[in-house]
């Protein structure tokens, strides 16, 4: 089962400044969860614990949980493997000089048939829009571009868990509809963390609210981000979309 499980996990950075405090949460096998707050809530630190890119060490406490799994330093390898995780950033995501080799990059790590490596990273890139993208020059591409092959360089990896941090935001609104079609059908558990409230709308069953780094509120999306006051109190907006609903609708 492909399940995510964060107990109160907290954590500070180099400068000794806490970016999260005693976060607890929890995606359930195919369920998408989106997580939203503020900038500086603390969203992209806590992506960046599910799947290990900030170490286990003395800086961080609680327990991050994979599939049933303490995620350790031992079990890393593993956990690379179950969990994608796109960056906010895709030029921390992007280092080879073509974009095959970059979709190719995590197949190949993670030691799948060399013979298909080919198709896969052709279905990757097929599946998010580029189509003989293959020979380019990663640097040469557009933001939206950028992610969108930052995107295939995991979908390639073909993981249990997607982890995603502001999908959407460098994409043109034909490019941020297809992506959002692409999310809402795959079968992998997904957690999103985004501005962009209408994509949560559409796609998350449920979310967390953070600011502060804690959570603020949690639960059923539409219940959450129609409650005007509790967005506006933590700096969001009640989307558009829901501008008619109320909270226990
Ligand atoms: P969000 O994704 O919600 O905007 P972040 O997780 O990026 O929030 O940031 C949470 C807090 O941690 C902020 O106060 C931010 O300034 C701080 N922070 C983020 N990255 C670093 C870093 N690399 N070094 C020091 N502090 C950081």
């Given at each position: 089962?492909?399940?995510?499980?964060?107990?109160?996990?907290s954590?500070?950075?180099?400068?000794?400044?806490?970016?999260?405090?005693?976060?607890?949460?929890?995606?359930?096998?195919?369920?998408?969860?989106?997580?939203v707050?503020?900038?500086?809530?603390?969203?992209?630190t806590?992506l960046?614990?599910?799947n290990?890119?900030?170490?286990?060490?003395?800086?961080?406490?609680?327990?991050?949980?994979?599939?049933?799994?303490?995620?350790?330093?031992a079990?890393?390898?593993?956990?690379?493997?179950?969990?994608?995780?796109?960056f906010?950033?895709?030029?921390?995501?992007?280092?080879?000089?073509?974009?095959?080799?970059?979709?190719?990059f995590?197949?190949?790590?993670?030691?799948?048939?060399?013979?298909?490596?080919?198709?896969?990273?052709?279905?990757?890139?097929?599946?998010?829009?580029?189509?003989?993208?293959?020979?380019?020059?990663?640097?040469?591409?557009?933001?939206?571009?950028k992610?969108?092959?930052?995107?295939?360089?995991?979908?390639?990896?073909?993981?249990?868990?997607?982890?995603?941090?502001?999908?959407?935001?460098?994409?043109?609104?034909?490019?941020?509809?297809?992506?959002?079609?692409?999310i809402?059908?795959?079968?992998?558990?997904?957690?999103?963390?985004?501005?962009?409230?209408?994509?949560?709308?559409?796609?998350?069953s449920r979310?967390?609210?953070?600011?502060?780094?804690e959570?603020?509120?949690?639960?059923p999306?539409?219940?959450i981000?129609?409650?005007e006051p509790?967005?506006?109190?933590?700096?969001?907006?009640?989307?558009?979309?829901?501008?008619?609903?109320?909270?226990?609708q």
């Open positions: 089962m492909n399940t995510l499980e964060v107990k109160g996990l954590y500070a950075y180099p400068d000794g400044k806490p970016a999260l405090k005693g976060v607890s949460m929890y995606a359930g096998d195919g369920e998408c969860v989106g997580i707050g503020p900038n500086g809530a603390g969203k992209s806590l960046l614990h599910l290990g890119i900030l170490p286990a060490d003395d800086r961080r406490c609680g327990e991050v949980v994979v599939c049933g799994n303490l995620l350790a330093n079990n890393l390898h593993e956990v690379h493997r179950t969990v994608g995780l796109l906010q950033d895709p030029d921390d995501q992007l280092f080879c000089p073509t974009v095959r080799e970059d979709v190719a995590g197949p190949e790590q993670f030691g799948f048939p060399p013979a298909e490596i080919d198709r896969i990273v052709r279905d990757a890139l097929h599946e998010v829009g580029l189509d003989g993208f293959e020979g380019r020059s990663p640097h040469h591409l557009s933001g939206g571009e992610q969108r092959v930052c995107l295939a360089g995991i979908l390639a990896c073909n993981p249990g868990i997607l982890v995603l941090d502001e999908p959407t935001s460098d994409l043109d609104p034909r490019g941020r509809r297809d992506l959002s079609r692409l809402g059908r795959l079968p992998a558990t997904r957690v999103i963390a985004s501005h962009d409230l209408e994509l949560v709308v559409d796609l998350c979310v967390y609210l953070m600011d502060g780094g959570v603020v509120a949690s639960g999306a539409l219940e981000l129609s409650n509790l967005m506006l109190a933590h700096g969001l907006e009640k989307p558009h979309s829901l501008q008619h609903r109320h909270p226990h």
